[in-house]
Every structure is written in C-alpha cells, then in structure tokens.
Antibody, heavy 119, light 111 residues
C-alpha cells in the first residue's frame, strides 16, 4: 500500500527556520517525483515545486523558488520542504504528493502539515 | 488569479446532475496536456478523482466523469448525493510556465 506520512503541525515565529518531512512507503521512493502543494486556510491549492528523489532534480514555481528548498534523504525514503526564514504569510497547510509515473497528476497525497507562523 | 479558471461555486439537489468547468488556454489544456480532477473534503487532503481527462481511479463511483474539449475540461457528477459536497480542483500542465497548475477550486453544495 502506497503511503505518504508527513510530520506534525508546527508553530513558529517570523524569521525562524523550519524543515517538514514526508516519508513514503509501499513503492520505490527513487522512481517517482514528489511534489509539494500549499493551501492557505480557506483558499485553493498552489503547486510549489517537485523533486525527483533518484537524482534530486528539482523544479520550483517562481512564486516559491526564493522562499523554500526541496530535498530528499534516499536512505530513509523521506522528502523535505525547508524554509530559512519564515514569514507570517507562510501560514498554511502543506501537502506532499506523489506524481504519477505516466503524467503530471498526483495519485497519492500525504495527510498535510499545518504550519503556523505568528509572533 | 489561477491559470485554470473554475466557477467558485455550484449547487444542485440530490439526484440531479451538475457540471464543473475548468477553462484554460493554448499553453495548457488547449496544448493537449491532460486534465486531472481532485476532490477535497474540509480538513482532509485532496484525493484524485479523474486522471487522463476521463479515467477514474479504482474506487471512484462512475457517477463522476470527466471530459475535455479545446481549451476547457469539465467534471460531471450525476445522481448527486449529500456526500458529494466538497471542493473540486482541476489540474493540468502549462508549457509556458513549465509546471503543473491548479484551478482555483469549486465548492459544490448539495441543496
């Protein structure tokens, strides 16, 4: 069974750093792209970026490229989304999702990680 | 503003048929990139509902169907049920942006 399990909710202050995780199981981690999607409370889905764990090739949305970093640890089948300096506007739910091997859609999703940034 | 345009809301009575449109352009849907649809209930992660324009993953009722024509796609739900009340999002690839894009989402209300 394919599963993506994300790390728990975080409460941070502006300016702090953060790294959230997405641990996968049930398939070969290195053979599928993993994407990250942001959802601000009450708003829609925003495609942030995607990473290929096999070689860490990454593609970012310009809206997020300067703010976040995607990475993976193949040894533990885990993908990461990282901020160096959080802002209040980063408050949102963040989902990781597996991109289908056949096209640009997400066939499995993590449960989401709520990030709250407040002073 | 989303690259793919969806109506903010649609509604229908139980048993009725509703459609949700997803309008794109020549750099995404019109460029023959496939469309997928997701269903999201409050407080939960999105779930894949339709892929490759018309295909349903295992377990998705055949009351849900997708179609595509030109620069637009549609999600149709027949025999509307109260449990279908959720947010629905379309997704495609955009060649000018070189990335996937989502529609703004549509809230379905079952009257």
């Amino acid at each position: 069974e394919v599963q993506l399990v994300q790390s728990g909710a975080e409460v941070k202050k502006p300016g702090e750093s953060l790294k959230i995780s997405c641990t996968v199981s049930g398939y070969s981690f290195t053979e599928y792209w993993i994407g990250w999607v942001r959802q601000v409370p009450g708003k829609g889905l925003e495609w942030m970026g995607i990473i290929y764990p096999g070689d860490s090739d990454t593609k970012y949305s310009p809206s997020f490229q300067a703010q976040v970093t995607l990475s993976v640890d193949k040894s533990i089948s885990t993908a990461y989304l990282q901020w160096r300096s959080l802002e209040a506007s980063d408050t949102a739910m963040y989902y990781c999702a597996r991109e289908s091997e056949s096209d640009y859609y997400f066939d499995y999703w993590g449960q989401g990680t709520l990030v709250t940034v407040s002073s | 503003q989303s690259v793919l345009t969806q109506p903010p809301s649609v509604s229908g009575a139980p048993g009725q048929r509703v459609t949700i449109s997803c309008t794109g352009s020549s750099s995404n849907i019109g460029a023959n990139y496939v469309v997928s649809w997701y269903q999201q209930f409050p407080g939960t992660a999105p779930k894949l509902l339709i892929y490759f324009n018309t295909n349903r993953p295992s377990g998705v009722p055949d009351r849900f169907s997708g179609s595509k024509s030109g620069t637009s796609a549609s999600l149709a739900i027949t025999g509307l049920q109260a449990e279908d009340e959720a947010d629905y999002y379309c997704q495609s690839y955009d060649s000018s942006l070189s990335r996937s894009v989502f529609g703004g989402g549509t809230k379905l209300t079952v009257l």
